[in-house]
């Protein structure tokens, strides 16, 4: 049985301020979490991104009655990223109802003499990224020595971006016996160095995905030649609500934007070369629907959250299989569908073989032809709960990449059927599957059902498939087709 916000101990005030947002039963997170957040223990929280930690630790903060002083919050939060930052601020805002709470946020890219003075008029709860903090607390414009609550958030991502060093310079400066909350995907390496130095007996809460239920979000990784990506990605992101892409540089970014642009896709880039104050304002049009498309860095990979975010591009491949899961948990969040496409050059089948061992995943990777419009479908007919309908509309068979291991051949299913879903989360090994018929079905692929008239890849881009895949894929590249 469900706990309710209330059964959990929290006040009517705040219980007012989330159904005003809408949020009326605590999430599994919450469930767990609050009561022993409220009554001050230190606590480990392990589970995975859009799970609703914010709020997990965020009603604990605001309930408390203790208020900061000038020059010193009574509560923190670290955060690794700006965006992140100010979305912690504006979920406690939200929610807050009644209760006369400040809420301040400090991090780099602004003007910091506003946030001096917010801190020098008293401040009750601080987000605050760790190098914007440090140097507001060089320049004496804070003092931690008060704060008896910490809470770190997305500490795994704070060990990846190199904060740990900062993070323990922090700590050590606030009240000895503060209560500590640590809510991260991972609690090894440098996070359980931090857990073991600076936390008081912590109780540890742990949400993973019930095995019976699937995940929400399904995959797709597509050969696409490097001339023909910007083709490719633009076709794809016709079909999507709203969408993030992801490349590896900022001016990549910048150039892809344009392209996209070109193809009349209206985008934007996000990186950390742009002003915060733009940073701010693409965000805030993404939020609202008027932007369709953001071209990222992954510095977007961590804390955005937006509501209706249908698709994810890895235009670019990820470093390793921690960012994928990163860059791909900005879809299918809060219980809703997402798609995620990766976009594979021919020459990075060692690559994305090591990709998808560390992901636990085995899927296929479809040859598909860039210029066709059709690739918008993608994310229409992923989310679509019977795959009947998809083959009844388009009637699409198509060959699909397959690769052998060990002696086995593993294809691709009848696309999203739903006795042999293509709905496996990115650290789930239950996206192995196998093809019972010897026919795949893909949109890009749409054509007639007459084996004669059937899209056929050109020669070139599927021979230099072969050549860039054989030896990366096992015994490389094989073709299968409807008899």
Known sequence: ?????????????????????????????????????????????????????????????????????????????????????????????????????????????????????????????????????????????????????????????????????????????????????????????????????????????????????????????????????????????????????????????????YQLMGHGIRASAMHSDLRQSARDRVFQQFSRGSLKVVVATDVAARGLDVAGLDLVVHYDLPEDHKSYIHRSGRTARGGSTGVVVTLVDPRQGSKVRILQRNLGSDLPVFLVDPSDSRLGLLVKYSQAEEAVEFEERLDVREKSISRSRAGRSVRSSRYGRPDRPNHASPSSSSSRFRQRSGVATTPAAQGSSSRKDRWEAPKSREAGFERGAKGRYGKGVRKSTTR
């Open 1 to 257: 049985m469900t706990n309710s916000f209330a059964s959990l101990g929290v006040d009517q005030r705040i219980i007012t301020g989330l159904k005003g947002q809408g949020i009326t039963e605590p999430l599994p997170i919450q469930s767990l979490t609050l009561r022993d957040a409220l009554a001050g223990a230190d606590i480990c929280g392990k589970a995975d991104t859009g799970c609703g930690k914010t709020l997990a630790f965020g009603i604990a903060l605001l309930q408390q009655g203790e208020k900061g002083q000038p020059k010193n919050p009574r509560s923190l939060v670290l955060v690794p990223t700006r965006e992140l930052a100010v979305q912690v601020k504006d979920v406690l805002a939200s929610v807050m109802g009644q209760r006369d709470v400040r809420v301040s946020v400090a991090y780099g890219g602004v003007s910091i003499q506003t946030q001096i003075k917010a801190l020098k008029n008293g401040v009750d709860i601080l987000v605050a990224t760790p190098g914007r903090l440090m140097d507001l607390v060089n320049r004496r414009a804070v003092s931690l020595a008060r704060i008896t609550s910490v809470v770190i958030d997305e500490a795994d991502r704070m060990a990846d971006m190199g904060f740990m060093p900062q993070v323990e310079e922090i700590l050590a400066q606030t009240f000895p016996d503060r209560q500590t909350m640590l809510f991260s995907a991972t609690l090894d390496g440098d996070v359980d160095r931090l857990i073991k130095r600076y936390m008081n007996d912590p109780v540890y809460h742990e949400v993973t995905p019930e095995p019976s239920v699937p995940s929400r979000m399904t995959q797709h990784f597509l050969a696409v030649d490097e001339r023909s990506k910007v083709e490719a990605a633009a076709n794809i992101l016709q079909g999507a609500d709203r969408a993030l892409v992801f490349t590896k540089t900022k001016r990549g970014a910048d150039e892809l934007t």
